[in-house]
C-alpha cells in the first residue's frame, strides 16, 4: 500500500512538461578561448595554478589523445563531433576564490535550490519532506555537498566537519593545492591517460570535481555527494574525481547531475576513479539525469565516462549502483579491478532511453585476488524509439582461484520501434572459478497490466509501478534520498511512451 | 646491407596467389557468371584479407597459424582409398579432399537428388552465392573464389528422403593442402532429410578444410544436420553454413566439434516464415593445444517462430574454446520465442573458455534469454560418486558424460543422436588415457 501510495504522489507530482531541470542560469562567466590545443590545456592549468608536474601530466595525455581515434564498437550513433568547437573551461566569473558559504555568488545558491540542492549546511538533500532544516544530528543523516558548476567546484559543505575525523573532501583543483602528495601519488593510476580516447581527453582538459580520502579506520559519518552541472552554451564538462579509501574505512558518495535543454548537444566525459585498501568498502551511488534531448531528438548531453575502482586491499569492496535516465548518448561502464584476495566488486545499474536516446552501459569485473567475488544486476529499459545496451566483460585472470561472478540482465521493452540489446563478453582463465550470466528480455506482461488496471490504476501510473517493481533490485541499492529521486525519474523519463 | 628473404606469399595472398594461377582451370570457368562470382569472391577476399583478432568477430579466435602455413591444393590420386568411418545406412556421399568421389559413394536408390556440385554446376546459377555473399564473411569469399566441388542434395515437395551421409576426408599429401567445398542443400515443401556428416583427417596431415554450406527449408519441411568434426590434429577447420528457413519449416543443426587444431563453426540461420523454428546444439570435446570457435546467428526475421540453442564446452590440457552467439529479432518479428544457452566444464587449469552471447531486440512482444556459465566440476559430485565406491577417473567420466548429454538429447533424428552419443561417449576415458 504504501509504495502505491507513494508511487502516486510522485506522479502528480510530475509536471507535464517533463525534463524540469532545463532552465538555464543567467551569470557572468569567464571562458578559455574556443578549440583545443597545447595553449588551452596551459590556460587551464594556469587558471587553476597547478604545479609543473601536473601541467607536464596533461601535455602528456593531450599528445597521447592526438594519436588516438573515437571508439566505434558501442552501438550508438551521432554525428562526428568537432571537438575545435567547444569551450573547454568555463566558469562563474568570481573575485576570489570564496571563503564560505556566503560568499558564494547569491545567483548560484539560487540555481542549486531550484535543483533541489540545498547548499546550505545541516540541511538535507531535497527530494524528501521538510527539507531544508534538520539539524545535522537529527535522525536523518545530512549530505556534504560539492557543487560543480560547469568547470569548476563553487561550493563544498561540511568541510569543517569532516575533516574533524580526518576526511578530506573537497575539489580536485583544491585538493592539488592543498595535498599534492594524495593527488600525484594517486591520480592516474587506475585510469591511465592513455586508457581510452574520453580519458585521455579528460586527462588534458579537466578542471573540476570531487577528491575523497577517507583515513584508516574511519567510517565517514555522512553520505558524500557531488552535484554537476552544465549551464553555459558549447562546453564541455571534463570532471574529475578521485576517492581514496584507506585500510578499513567506509564512504557512501552519490553523485548528480542535469543541464539546461538546449538543441545542440554538449559533451561530458568524465573520469573517476575508486581505490580502496585493505579491508575499505566503497559505495558510488550515481543518478545521472543529464538532459536528455527532446521528443525529436534534437539536443541532449553526451555521456562518455570512464568510471573505474581498484580493489587494491584485501577484502576491500566497492559498489556501483547507477540510475541513468538522462543524457542523449549514454557510454559508461563503471568497473572493478578485484586485485586484493576476497575483495568483491558490485555494480547495479537501471538504464532508461525513451524518445531518441541511446544507452550503451554496462560493467568491467576484471578478478585476479584469489577468491574475488562480483555481482552485477542491470536492469534495461527502451520505450519510444531508444535504443539500449548493455555491454559487460568478466574476465578471470588464471590467478583468481576460486572467483566467482552473478550477472542478471534484464531488459524491458515498451512500444515496437525502440531496441534492446545485450552483448556480455565471459573470458574465464580459472578451473576453480564459476562464471553464471543470465539475460532476459520481455515486455510488461499483459496480465500484470490488467491487475492494475482492474485496480483502478490509469494506465501511465501502472506501467510506472511494474517499471519500479522491475528496477527494485537496483533500486533499493540506493541510499534512501536518492531511491525516492530515482523513482521519480523513471517516470518523468518513461512520460508519453505508453498509449 | 641485409638480403631481403624471398618470400612465398602465404596467409591472404597466398590464396589470392592461387586464385590468379587457376583461374582458368577451375570448374565452371566457362561459365560467365560463375567466374563473375568468383571474382567477386576474389574482389571481397583482397579488401577483407584473413580476419584478424582486430574484427569484432574474431576477437577470441586468431588465424595466424593458418595465415602463415601458406596452402596449395590437394594432388590426389584419384584411387586413394583412405579409411572412412562405418557406413550408417542409406544413401552416402564421400569426398577425399573435398573432391566428390562416386567409386567410395552411395547414392542409387536414393529419394533425393545427390552428387557432386562440380558436375551439376550449369544449372546452378542464381543458387550458388543466393545466400552465402562473399561481401559478408571473409571466409565466404575465400570459398567462393577457389571452390572446386561439394554436395548437391534436392529433395523434391513432399518427400522423406531419409538419411543422407556426407563424409569427408583428407589425406596426407606431405604438404599442407587447403579445399573449399560447397554445399547445396535444399529441402522442398512439407519435405524431410537428415543428414549425418563426419569430416575426418589423417592424424599428421595439415590442411585447411573450409566448408560453406547453403541451405534452404522450404515451407513445412525438415532438416537435421548432424555434425561431427574429427578432423585430423594438424588440421584447420573452418566452416560456414548459411540456412534459410520458411514458414513452419525446422532446421536442426548439431555439431560436434572433437578434432582438428583449430575450428571455426559459424552457423548463421534466418527464419525467414511465421512458425519457423531453429534447433542449434553442440558441444566441443577440446584437449591438448585445441582451439574451438563456435559462432552462432540467429535471425528472426518473421512472427511466431521458436529458437533453441545449447552449447557445451569441456575444456581439458591447454585448450581453448569460444562461443559466441547472437540473436537478432527484427521489428516484424513479433511472438518470438528465443533461448540459447552455453556452458563450459574447465577440467584443467591452463584452459581458457570465452563467451559471448548476445542479444539484439528490436520488437517488443518476445521472449528471449540466454544464460551462460563457466565452472569445474561439481566436488560435491565427486564425492558422492566415490562415497558409492566409483573410482574417480570413472566418476569424473560419468560426470562429464552427463553434462553432453544435454545437448546431445535435443537431437530428434535417432540415427544421427546415436552416432553422437556414440562420440560422446568414453571421450573423457580416450583423452586421459591417450595424455
Same mark, same amino acid.
Given at each position: 500500500?504504501?509504495?502505491?501510495?507513494?508511487?502516486?504522489?510522485?506522479?502528480?507530482?510530475?509536471?507535464?512538461?517533463?525534463?524540469?531541470?532545463?532552465?538555464?542560469?543567467?551569470?557572468?562567466?569567464?571562458?578559455? +578561448?574556443?578549440?583545443?590545443?597545447?595553449?588551452?590545456?596551459?590556460?587551464?592549468?594556469?587558471?587553476?595554478?597547478?604545479?609543473?608536474?601536473?601541467?607536464?601530466?596533461?601535455? /602528456?595525455?593531450?599528445?597521447?589523445?592526438?594519436?588516438?581515434?573515437?571508439?566505434?564498437?558501442?552501438?550508438?550513433?551521432?554525428?562526428?563531433?568537432?571537438?575545435?568547437?567547444?569551450?573547454?573551461?568555463?566558469?562563474?566569473?568570481?573575485?576570489?576564490?570564496?571563503?564560505?558559504?556566503?560568499?558564494?555568488?547569491?545567483?548560484?545558491?539560487?540555481?542549486?535550490?531550484?535543483?533541489?540542492? +540545498?547548499?546550505?549546511?545541516?540541511?538535507?538533500?531535497?527530494?524528501?519532506?521538510?527539507?531544508?532544516?534538520?539539524?545535522?544530528?537529527?535522525?536523518?543523516? +545530512?549530505?556534504?555537498?560539492?557543487?560543480?558548476?560547469?568547470?569548476?567546484?563553487?561550493?563544498?559543505?561540511? /568541510?569543517?566537519?569532516?575533516?574533524?575525523?580526518?576526511?578530506?573532501?573537497?575539489? $580536485?583543483?583544491?585538493?592539488?593545492?592543498?595535498?599534492?602528495?594524495?593527488?600525484?601519488?594517486?591520480?592516474?593510476?587506475?585510469?591511465?591517460?592513455?586508457?581510452?580516447?574520453?580519458?585521455?581527453?579528460?586527462?588534458?582538459?579537466?578542471?573540476?570535481?570531487?577528491?575523497?580520502?577517507?583515513?584508516?579506520?574511519?567510517?565517514?559519518? !555522512?553520505?558524500?555527494?557531488?552535484?554537476?552541472?552544465?549551464?553555459?552554451?558549447?562546453?564541455?564538462?571534463?570532471?574529475?574525481?578521485?576517492?581514496?579509501?584507506?585500510?578499513?574505512?567506509?564512504?557512501?558518495?552519490?553523485?548528480?547531475?542535469?543541464? +539546461? !535543454?538546449?538543441?545542440?548537444?554538449?559533451?561530458?566525459?568524465?573520469?573517476?576513479?575508486?581505490?580502496?585498501?585493505?579491508?575499505?568498502?566503497?559505495?558510488?551511488?550515481?543518478?545521472?539525469?543529464?538532459?536528455?534531448?527532446?521528443?525529436?531528438?534534437?539536443?541532449?548531453?553526451?555521456?562518455?565516462?570512464?568510471?573505474?575502482?581498484?580493489?587494491?586491499?584485501?577484502?576491500?569492496?566497492?559498489?556501483?549502483?547507477?540510475?541513468?535516465?538522462?543524457?542523449? $548518448?549514454?557510454?559508461?561502464?563503471?568497473?572493478?579491478?578485484?586485485?586484493?584476495?576476497?575483495?568483491?566488486?558490485?555494480?547495479?545499474?537501471?538504464?532508461?532511453?525513451?524518445?531518441?536516446?541511446?544507452?550503451?552501459?554496462?560493467?568491467?569485473?576484471?578478478?585476479?585476488?584469489?577468491?574475488?567475488?562480483?555481482?552485477?544486476?542491470?536492469?534495461?529499459?527502451?520505450?519510444?524509439?531508444?535504443?539500449?545496451?548493455?555491454?559487460?566483460?568478466?574476465?578471470?585472470?588464471?590467478?583468481?582461484?576460486?572467483?566467482?561472478?552473478?550477472?542478471?540482465?534484464?531488459?524491458?521493452?515498451?512500444?515496437?520501434? %525502440?531496441?534492446?540489446?545485450?552483448?556480455?563478453?565471459?573470458?574465464?582463465?580459472?578451473?576453480?572459478? /564459476?562464471?553464471?550470466?543470465?539475460?532476459?528480455?520481455?515486455?510488461?506482461?499483459?496480465?500484470?497490466?490488467?491487475?492494475?488496471?482492474?485496480?483502478?490504476?490509469?494506465?501511465?501510473?501502472?506501467?510506472?509501478?511494474?517499471?519500479?517493481?522491475? %528496477?527494485?533490485?537496483?533500486?533499493?541499492?540506493?541510499?534512501?534520498?536518492?531511491?525516492?529521486?530515482?523513482?521519480?525519474?523513471?517516470?518523468?523519463?518513461?512520460?508519453?511512451?505508453?498509449? | 646491407?641485409?638480403?631481403?628473404?624471398?618470400?612465398?606469399?602465404?596467409?591472404?595472398?597466398?590464396?589470392?596467389?592461387?586464385?590468379?594461377?587457376?583461374?582458368?582451370?577451375?570448374?565452371?570457368?566457362?561459365?560467365?557468371?560463375?567466374?563473375?562470382?568468383?571474382?567477386?569472391?576474389?574482389?571481397?577476399?583482397?579488401?577483407?584479407?584473413?580476419?584478424?583478432?582486430?574484427?569484432?568477430?574474431?576477437?577470441?579466435?586468431?588465424?595466424?597459424?593458418?595465415?602463415?602455413?601458406?596452402?596449395?591444393?590437394?594432388?590426389?590420386?584419384?584411387?586413394?582409398?583412405?579409411?572412412?568411418?562405418?557406413?550408417?545406412?542409406?544413401?552416402?556421399?564421400?569426398?577425399?579432399?573435398?573432391?566428390?568421389?562416386?567409386?567410395?559413394?552411395?547414392?542409387?536408390?536414393?529419394?533425393?537428388?545427390?552428387?557432386?556440385?562440380?558436375?551439376?554446376?550449369?544449372?546452378?546459377?542464381?543458387?550458388?552465392?543466393?545466400?552465402?555473399?562473399?561481401?559478408?564473411?571473409?571466409?565466404?569469399?575465400?570459398?567462393?573464389?577457389?571452390?572446386?566441388?561439394?554436395?548437391?542434395?534436392?529433395?523434391?515437395?513432399?518427400?522423406?528422403?531419409?538419411?543422407?551421409?556426407?563424409?569427408?576426408?583428407?589425406?596426407?599429401?606431405?604438404?599442407?593442402?587447403?579445399?573449399?567445398?560447397?554445399?547445396?542443400?535444399?529441402?522442398?515443401?512439407?519435405?524431410?532429410?537428415?543428414?549425418?556428416?563426419?569430416?575426418?583427417?589423417?592424424?599428421?596431415?595439415?590442411?585447411?578444410?573450409?566448408?560453406?554450406?547453403?541451405?534452404?527449408?522450404?515451407?513445412?519441411?525438415?532438416?537435421?544436420?548432424?555434425?561431427?568434426?574429427?578432423?585430423?590434429?594438424?588440421?584447420?577447420?573452418?566452416?560456414?553454413?548459411?540456412? #534459410?528457413?520458411?514458414?513452419?519449416?525446422?532446421?536442426?543443426?548439431?555439431?560436434?566439434?572433437?578434432?582438428?587444431?583449430?575450428? #571455426?563453426?559459424?552457423?548463421?540461420?534466418?527464419?525467414?516464415?511465421?512458425?519457423?523454428?531453429?534447433?542449434?546444439?553442440?558441444?566441443?570435446?577440446?584437449?591438448?593445444?585445441?582451439?574451438?570457435?563456435?559462432?552462432?546467428?540467429?535471425?528472426?526475421?518473421?512472427?511466431?517462430?521458436?529458437? #533453441?540453442?545449447?552449447?557445451?564446452?569441456?575444456?581439458?590440457?591447454?585448450?581453448?574454446?569460444?562461443?559466441?552467439?547472437?540473436?537478432?529479432? #527484427?521489428?516484424?518479428?513479433?511472438?518470438?520465442?528465443?533461448?540459447?544457452?552455453?556452458?563450459?566444464?574447465?577440467?584443467?587449469?591452463?584452459?581458457?573458455?570465452?563467451?559471448?552471447?548476445?542479444?539484439?531486440?528490436?520488437?517488443?512482444?518476445?521472449?528471449?534469454?540466454?544464460?551462460?556459465?563457466?565452472?569445474?566440476?561439481?566436488?560435491?559430485?565427486?564425492?558422492?560418486?566415490?562415497?558409492?565406491?566409483?573410482?574417480?577417473?570413472?566418476?569424473?567420466?560419468?560426470?562429464?558424460?552427463?553434462?553432453?548429454?544435454?545437448?546431445?538429447?535435443?537431437?530428434?533424428?535417432?540415427?544421427?543422436?546415436?552416432?553422437?552419443?556414440?562420440?560422446?561417449?568414453?571421450?573423457?576415458?580416450?583423452?586421459?588415457?591417450?595424455?
Amino acid at each position: 500500500m504504501p509504495a502505491v501510495t507513494e508511487t502516486l504522489e510522485t506522479v502528480q507530482s510530475v509536471t507535464a512538461t517533463g525534463y524540469k531541470w532545463g532552465f538555464e542560469t543567467d551569470i557572468e562567466m569567464e571562458f578559455a +578561448p574556443k578549440g583545443l590545443n597545447e595553449d588551452i590545456v596551459r590556460f587551464i592549468s594556469r587558471k587553476k595554478n597547478e604545479p609543473e608536474w601536473l601541467l607536464e601530466w596533461r601535455l /602528456k595525455a593531450f599528445a597521447l589523445w592526438q594519436r588516438m581515434e573515437e571508439p566505434r564498437w558501442a552501438a550508438v550513433k551521432f554525428p562526428p563531433i568537432d571537438y575545435q568547437d567547444a569551450y573547454y573551461f568555463a566558469a562563474p566569473k568570481q573575485k576570489a576564490r570564496p571563503k564560505s558559504l556566503d560568499e558564494v555568488d547569491p545567483e548560484l545558491l539560487r540555481t542549486y535550490e531550484k535543483l533541489g540542492i +540545498p547548499l546550505k549546511e545541516q540541511a538535507i538533500l531535497a527530494g524528501v519532506e521538510g527539507a531544508g532544516e534538520a539539524p545535522a544530528d537529527s535522525g536523518r543523516m +545530512p549530505v556534504a555537498v560539492d557543487a560543480v558548476f560547469d568547470s569548476v567546484s563553487v561550493a563544498t559543505t561540511f /568541510k569543517e566537519r569532516l575533516a574533524k575525523e580526518g576526511i578530506i573532501f573537497c575539489s $580536485i583543483s583544491e585538493a592539488v593545492q592543498t595535498h599534492p602528495e594524495l593527488v600525484r601519488q594517486y591520480l592516474g593510476t587506475v585510469v591511465p591517460q592513455g586508457d581510452n580516447f574520453y580519458a585521455a581527453l579528460n586527462s588534458a582538459v579537466f578542471t573540476d570535481g570531487s577528491f575523497v580520502y577517507i583515513p584508516k579506520g574511519v567510517r565517514c559519518p !555522512m553520505e558524500l555527494s557531488t552535484y554537476f552541472r552544465i549551464n553555459a552554451k558549447s562546453t564541455g564538462q571534463f570532471e574529475r574525481t578521485l576517492i581514496i579509501a584507506d585500510e578499513g574505512s567506509y564512504v557512501s558518495y552519490l553523485e548528480g547531475c542535469t543541464a +539546461p !535543454m538546449r538543441d545542440e548537444n554538449q559533451l561530458h566525459a568524465a573520469v573517476v576513479e575508486l581505490i580502496a585498501l585493505d579491508d575499505a568498502t566503497i559505495k558510488y551511488s550515481t543518478v545521472q539525469n543529464w538532459y536528455p534531448g527532446d521528443e525529436q531528438g534534437r539536443g541532449g548531453i553526451y555521456n562518455f565516462v570512464t568510471k573505474r575502482a581498484h580493489c587494491r586491499g584485501r577484502r576491500s569492496k566497492v559498489s556501483w549502483t547507477q540510475v541513468e535516465t538522462g543524457s542523449a $548518448i549514454t557510454w559508461k561502464y563503471p568497473s572493478c579491478v578485484l586485485l586484493g584476495d576476497d575483495s568483491v566488486g558490485e555494480f547495479y545499474s537501471v538504464a532508461i532511453t525513451n524518445n531518441f536516446q541511446q544507452a550503451d552501459t554496462g560493467t568491467k569485473m576484471i578478478h585476479v585476488g584469489k577468491r574475488t567475488s562480483s555481482t552485477i544486476v542491470s536492469k534495461g529499459i527502451s520505450a519510444g524509439q531508444g535504443q539500449n545496451t548493455y555491454r559487460g566483460l568478466v574476465r578471470v585472470a588464471p590467478t583468481a582461484a576460486g572467483a566467482r561472478n552473478f550477472t542478471q540482465c534484464d531488459s524491458l521493452l515498451i512500444g515496437d520501434r %525502440c531496441g534492446a540489446h545485450t552483448v556480455p563478453y565471459i573470458e574465464n582463465r580459472c578451473m576453480t572459478a /564459476k562464471v553464471e550470466h543470465e539475460a532476459t528480455t520481455s515486455r510488461i506482461a499483459e496480465d500484470q497490466l490488467f491487475y492494475c488496471r482492474s485496480r483502478g490504476l490509469s494506465e501511465e501510473d501502472a506501467v510506472g509501478l511494474i517499471v519500479n517493481g522491475f %528496477c527494485r533490485e537496483v533500486l533499493k541499492e540506493l541510499p534512501m534520498e536518492f531511491a525516492v529521486e530515482a523513482q521519480k525519474l523513471l517516470q518523468i523519463s518513461l512520460e508519453g511512451s505508453v498509449g | 646491407m641485409t638480403a631481403i628473404p624471398e618470400t612465398r606469399p602465404s596467409g591472404a595472398a597466398g590464396f589470392l596467389h592461387r586464385y590468379e594461377g587457376l583461374a582458368g582451370r577451375l570448374p565452371g570457368h566457362r561459365l560467365p557468371w560463375l567466374s563473375a562470382l568468383r571474382a567477386r569472391g576474389a574482389e571481397a577476399f583482397r579488401a577483407q584479407g584473413l580476419p584478424t583478432r582486430r574484427v569484432e568477430a574474431w576477437k577470441y579466435t586468431d588465424l595466424r597459424p593458418l595465415a602463415d602455413a601458406g596452402f596449395e591444393e590437394p594432388l590426389t590420386a584419384l584411387d586413394t582409398a583412405p579409411p572412412l568411418p562405418r557406413p550408417r545406412g542409406g544413401a552416402r556421399a564421400v569426398f577425399v579432399d573435398g573432391r566428390f568421389r562416386p567409386d567410395l559413394s552411395g547414392l542409387d536408390g536414393a529419394a533425393l537428388e545427390a552428387g557432386s556440385l562440380a558436375q551439376a554446376l550449369p544449372r546452378l546459377e542464381g543458387r550458388i552465392g543466393a545466400l552465402a555473399s562473399p561481401e559478408e564473411l571473409p571466409l565466404v569469399a575465400l570459398n567462393t573464389m577457389l571452390f572446386e566441388d561439394g554436395l548437391l542434395a534436392w529433395v523434391p515437395e513432399g518427400t522423406d528422403a531419409g538419411v543422407l551421409e556426407l563424409v569427408s576426408v583428407a589425406t596426407d599429401s606431405g604438404r599442407p593442402a587447403a579445399f573449399h567445398p560447397r554445399h547445396l542443400i535444399r529441402l522442398g515443401r512439407g519435405a524431410r532429410l537428415t543428414v549425418i556428416e563426419t569430416a575426418a583427417g589423417s592424424a599428421g596431415a595439415r590442411y585447411l578444410h573450409n566448408p560453406v554450406y547453403e541451405i534452404e527449408v522450404a515451407e513445412g519441411a525438415t532438416l537435421v544436420h548432424a555434425r561431427l568434426q574429427q578432423e585430423g590434429r594438424q588440421g584447420f577447420q573452418l566452416s560456414t553454413v548459411q540456412a #534459410r528457413v520458411a514458414a513452419g519449416g525446422t532446421y536442426d543443426n548439431f555439431t560436434l566439434n572433437a578434432g582438428a587444431r583449430l575450428v #571455426r563453426n559459424e552457423i548463421h540461420v534466418a527464419l525467414t516464415g511465421p512458425g519457423a523454428a531453429c534447433h542449434m546444439n553442440g558441444a566441443q570435446l577440446l584437449a591438448g593445444g585445441q582451439h574451438a570457435d563456435t559462432t552462432t546467428f540467429l535471425d528472426h526475421a518473421a512472427p511466431n517462430c521458436v529458437s #533453441r540453442q545449447t552449447y557445451k564446452t569441456v575444456l581439458a590440457g591447454r585448450s581453448r574454446g569460444v562461443f559466441q552467439g547472437k540473436i537478432l529479432v #527484427r521489428q516484424a518479428a513479433q511472438k518470438t520465442d528465443g533461448y540459447q544457452m552455453n556452458q563450459a566444464l574447465l577440467l584443467s587449469p591452463e584452459a581458457e573458455m570465452d563467451s559471448k552471447p548476445q542479444l539484439e531486440i528490436y520488437a517488443d512482444d518476445v521472449k528471449c534469454s540466454h544464460g551462460a556459465t563457466v565452472g569445474e566440476l561439481d566436488h560435491d559430485q565427486l564425492f558422492y560418486l566415490r562415497t558409492r565406491g566409483v573410482p574417480e577417473a570413472e566418476a569424473r567420466s560419468l560426470l562429464i558424460e552427463a553434462f553432453l548429454v544435454e545437448a546431445v538429447e535435443g537431437v530428434t533424428d535417432e540415427t544421427a543422436r546415436g552416432t553422437l552419443q556414440e562420440a560422446v561417449r568414453g571421450w573423457w576415458a580416450r583423452e586421459a588415457a591417450a595424455s
